[in-house]
């Protein structure tokens, strides 16, 4: 966020246009909805432009060595033509840039004016949004005003099916750098994508994407709206590519309205029985009689009963209060409550950074949000882990031990998917291997969630599942030290010691993980035998498993503290010199 005099605490702003910052703003712009995530960049692109979309649990490993979270198909892209110039900020000269994000009604608004050579001057304002009311909705609204002139003006708009995701840097020696204008193009590329249908249905265009390894399909339909103005209505269509085109008389001052519908829809969405097609389709036609303004109205009140339940004020801080809106904003933004299958990326959904897989912050870091604030999702959340607890079970074989055990990097399988290598290449990982940390973090979670909210049915349902699994795997997991229990060869939290034995966090949480364990159990035992003998005779527990958690819980190696009141991070932590660190997460 740029510095500023003042501050409005709900409104996160650009001003003026610099190329050389369109990337973060790309990031910082991000709109969503839990179920996608549009990054910020121009609508017309620029160079250097990163654009993306994303949706939650749409993965697919073809093209590339581990999974990627896919860069699904563009709803944003638009071209305008004023005079047979093209309104960019690389063809003719920008005169006034701003762009607004509010976050009580998470619509995000730019505002350029531009001047051609023959000094015409037209003004392009823009608002989008992703529905917080219906997940499965976007908008986008454009306005072309000519100032100083009268022209012809042509809209182009559609979707963009041709989509890649960034793949692997190729290794540049130490010191190499690119300007903003060359540095994405110089990354491979990954292609996930391939295009099944597109059309058009009376006004309405698709297309229809599969995603090649995991034969997910994707479907968005849009529809062009606008009134008071007559145009000429062309469609357009290339392979991975439906639009229209628009054009429209211009009048000095008198502003040309375009609004864009899109609907969206996967064969991985929870509970339907229709086509991907038909539910885009069915979207589009469903808001169509309420347009544009009838989706902000919807939205925002939704937007308006989510910060009822989130917001947190800060008096006399202006710059604070917003920084802390606008961290609560990107959360809201990242969750689904509506779909147990997904969870929360790294970068959640605002770029491909870590390939959007999910890592242990969910249940230790922004778990605690959603469980003040919004429980729901806070369950879907931990929902996911209890889906992809097939795939732990067979991390956790495929490693030599028996239960569950959660992958350090996960994607839609629950499989491991974090890379051996930096993305150059020239680096070993071994998060893979040692981050063992996250299943005991995931444990905290649950028994975190169901403290808080008094949910004993997730508890004894799929909770003690996950709980139960996983203890599994920390006896399996342990060796025997004369009476104590080590954890050895194992990477903590800081993520750069690597190969070290006794980790304090690890060894402290898998303590407490067992120790709850073994308590869940004795409860069930007590207050729902007829639940616990179905679970044990799904999962095969023996009845004296519980017992030895506990005991293995009192047998763990304890932590050293130190006079000075430190704890040892891991045993011989503090003989290690500086140099002996190494990088853990990619």
Known sequence: MDAQDTVDPWTVREDG?????????????????????????????????????????VYDSHDAPVIDLVNAPDWLTTQIFVAGSRLDTETLTVLEHERVLDLHTGILTRTTVFEDREQRHTRLVTQRVASMADRDLCALRVQITPLNHAADIRVVTGIDAHRRNLERLPFYPDGT???????????????????????????????????????????????TLWSNQQAVRHTVQRHEWIGEEL??????????????????????????????????????????????????????????????QSDCEIVGNDRDALALR???????????????????????????????????????MMLPFFLYTQPTTAKALLSYRHHTLPGARTVAKDNGTRGARFPWESADTGLEECPQFTPDGQNRFYSREEEVHVSADVAYGIILYATVTGDTDFLFGQGAEVLFETSRFWIDRCSADGD???????????????????????????????????????????????????????????????????????????????????????????????????????
């Open 17 to 57: 246009w610099d190329p050389a910052r369109a990337n973060y703003f790309e990031t910082i712009f991000t709109i969503g909805n839990g179920r996608l995530g549009t990054r910020g960049s121009l609508e017309e692109r620029h160079t250097g432009a990163l654009p993306g979309n994303f949706l939650a649990g």
């Open 177 to 223: 750098s690119f300007g903003y204008d060359r540095k994405w193009d110089k990354w491979a590329r990954s292609t996930h994508l391939q295009e099944r249908a597109r059309g058009f249905e009376a006004d309405t265009g698709y297309t229809v994407s599969r995603t090649i390894a995991s034969r997910i399909d994707i479907a968005f339909a849009y529809r």
């Open 247 to 308: 054009v429209f008389a211009g009048t000095a001052g008198q502003p040309v309205t375009v609004d864009k519908l899109v609907g969206l829809a996967t064969s991985r969405d929870p509970g339907s029985r229709q086509s991907p097609r038909q539910r885009a389709l069915g979207t589009v036609e469903r808001h169509a009689s309420r347009g544009y303004t009838g989706v902000v109205e919807e939205t925002a009140a939704a937007w308006a009963k989510l910060w009822e």
């Open 326 to 364: 606008f961290s609560v904003y990107h959360l809201l933004i990242a969750a689904n409550p509506d779909d147990p299958t997904v969870n929360i990326g790294a970068k959640s959904l605002s770029g491909e950074g870590y390939r959007g897989h999910v890592f242990w912050d969910t249940e230790i």
């Open 484 to 586: 104590r229990l080590t954890l050895r060869t194992v990477m903590g939290p800081d993520e750069f010691h690597s190969h070290t034995d006794n980790n304090a966090f690890t060894n402290r949480l898998v303590a407490w993980h067992l120790a709850q364990a073994a308590n869940v159990h004795d409860r069930m035992a007590t207050e729902c035998p007829q639940l616990l003998a179905e679970l044990a005779d799904r999962i095969g527990l023996a009845p004296d498993e519980a017992a030895g958690w506990a005991h293995a819980a009192d047998r763990i190696q304890t932590v050293r503290e130190f006079d000075a009141g430190l704890i040892e991070q891991f045993d011989g932590y503090f003989e290690r010199g500086c140099a002996d660190r190494r990088v853990g997460r990619q």
